[in-house]
């Protein structure tokens, strides 16, 4: 029964515009990967699932030219999303990789293209540089994460090699 109430929770709170307002770290991504994440524990995917449909749709709007996503910590005070300044961001398109690959959607250049990114950011010494504030919360503190960049890219790219296999990216 609780798991059936947080999943119809998650599903009631899912915006018309197939996204989810996040409240602890930039915001709509992150949003999506948990929320994602929990429908695909219970079976709800892209192939089943209109829910989870809506959600890919609206990420995949918001995928960057380069591959990655930007989110701004602008989206957590307004309530809309708002592109990073700076482009695409390394934590911010693992948690959009990461929720898609929970939700199965069924096309791979997508999800390719974001893991292309990831790795072109990757320094020769392994690590990925800090980028822009990945946290927030009451709306008006935001904080940096410095293992984020380490936690999701691992995450993320581990998953698609799971999935997709690990064959080699062209950078």
């Not at 602008?74 to 398109?93: F, I, L, Y």
């Not at 998953?159 to 990216?169: E, L, S, T």
Request: glycine content about 8%; proline content about 4%; aromatic content about 14%.
């Amino acid at each position: 029964k609780t798991i059936d109430r947080a999943i119809q929770y998650i599903i009631e709170a899912q915006s018309p515009d197939g996204s989810w307002f996040g409240s602890w770290a930039i915001c709509f991504t992150y949003a999506a990967t948990f929320a994602l994440g929990s429908l695909a524990s219970v079976g709800q995917t892209y192939e089943n699932s209109e829910v989870v449909r809506r959600a890919c749709a609206f990420l995949l709007s918001k995928q960057r030219e380069d591959g990655g996503w930007g989110e701004a910590y602008k989206a957590c005070e307004t309530a809309v999303w708002c592109e990073h300044p700076d482009g695409s961001q390394v934590v911010n398109t693992c948690w959009a990789l990461l929720a898609l690959l929970s939700a199965k959607y069924p096309e791979q250049e997508p999800l390719r293209r974001g893991v292309k990114l990831i790795m072109s950011r990757q320094q020769p010494n392994g690590e990925w540089l800090q980028e822009g504030i990945e946290g927030v919360f009451g709306k008006n503190c935001m904080i940096s994460y410095p293992n984020y960049k380490f936690i999701f890219t691992i995450w993320a790219l581990g998953r698609y090699a799971k999935v997709w296999g690990n064959h080699p990216i062209e950078n």
